[in-house]
């Protein structure tokens, strides 16, 4: 049987730790979904447009290797319908969101992943604008 293994993210100015996190949720399954944050969600949660757009962050995601589809995530409300929908197994997220996400128990398994140090889309912005 296949195991759909699922995560979320906005996946911003795409660096290394997010690709850590990818390649570490494929490992725990067959078969890799990713929610990508929708622009409108972002603003809402964290008050600014991300650099790139949904678009061109779900065609980013969507290229890697490790990734078998991807999805636009509309609303935090709606992970246990994203869950169920793509028939996952697993849902991964970074530890950032530990213990978050232990309501969904009871439809998939829940595994909170340490994230890479010292990396981070906000700081990559700020060493770029040179306000860092
Ligand atoms: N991440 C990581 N190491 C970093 C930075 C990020 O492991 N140094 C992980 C995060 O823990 C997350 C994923 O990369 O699992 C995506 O990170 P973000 O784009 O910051 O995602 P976020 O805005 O937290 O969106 O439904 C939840 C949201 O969609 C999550």
Redesign the pocket.
């Known amino acids: 049987m296949t195991r759909t293994v699922i995560?979320?993210?906005?996946?911003?100015v795409f660096h290394v730790?997010?690709l850590?996190?990818i390649q570490r949720a494929a490992a725990l399954g067959d078969r890799l979904v990713v929610?990508v944050?929708a622009d409108a969600l972002n603003e809402r949660k964290k008050g600014r447009a991300p650099v790139f757009t949904q678009d061109e962050r779900l065609e980013i995601v969507a290229a890697l290797k490790p990734v078998d589809a991807v999805f636009l995530?509309e609303s935090?409300e709606q992970?246990r319908e994203y869950i169920v929908r793509h028939e996952a197994d697993v849902l991964v997220?970074?530890d950032?969101?530990a213990g978050k996400f232990d309501e969904f128990e009871d439809v998939c398994e829940v595994v909170y992943?340490s994230?890479?140090p010292a990396?981070?889309?906000t700081a990559l912005i700020e060493k770029i604008s040179g306000t860092a």
């Open positions: 995560t979320f993210g906005t996946f911003d730790g997010h850590r996190v929610g944050s995530e935090l992970k997220m970074g950032d969101w992943l994230r890479t990396i981070s889309t």
